[in-house]
């Protein structure tokens, strides 16, 4: 029982030393959390339950033994988060403030992706390499990107600032800011010199481009099958 005892109280000191941290260092994270999800009621609900929230934590713990030369460390923390979180961030990613990681479950970020300011990423995305280059391989998202559900964002591409990535999309190209982004493989929605007001998380009615090619190609034919039944009466 003394055993038992010990280990729940280590257990229960180290929650509450975690989450002080995290109230401390992740305030940031934890302001777009409140912001971007209806469902965060406050901020000592979100430092203690969001799975996102801790992925960052140890991540930035990762991250900090990684620039420290301790690779080894970086990536057993890493991989005890992902143990943890389902959130799988390689210590070599380079994150900026605001990041928002929602649900979580089955998000990778590879070990050459940079992500900007104000990211929110889905659960079941990837931002993954192809092949077996070295050296930058992972892509580059801007600030203000939404990545919708299950996308996958793959090689030594650039995001720019205000894209929004549809769900499941797969995206192999550069994308210029304030566009969007939906299908396999991504086709873009271009939204080129105007201005996106704050971050728009309605990433599941982004415009198809390939569908409004279709429908417009289709109001043609119609309009052409009416002028051929006129001319022939």
Known sequence: MDALWSVFLFLLVWVALKVVLILIFLGGEIEAALERDPAATNG????????????????????????AGLRFLARAVSQFGRWLTGVEIHPGAVIGRGLFIDHGMGVVIGETSVIGDNVTIFQNVTLGGTGKEKGKRHPTLGNNVVVGTGAKVLGNIRIGD????????????????????????????????????????????LPDPLTQALEKLQHEIDKIETELKDFGK
């Open 162 to 205: 205000n894209v929004s990535i549809g769900a499941n999309a797969v995206v192999l190209r550069d994308v210029p800011s304030n566009s969007t982004v939906v299908g396999v493989p991504g086709r873009i929605s271009s939204r080129e010199g105007k201005k996106v007001p704050g971050i728009n998380l309605d990433y599941t009615s």
């Open 44 to 67: 000592l609900t979100v430092a203690l339950t969001y799975p996102g929230i801790h992925a960052i934590f140890y991540y930035r713990a990762a991250r900090a033994l990684y620039r």
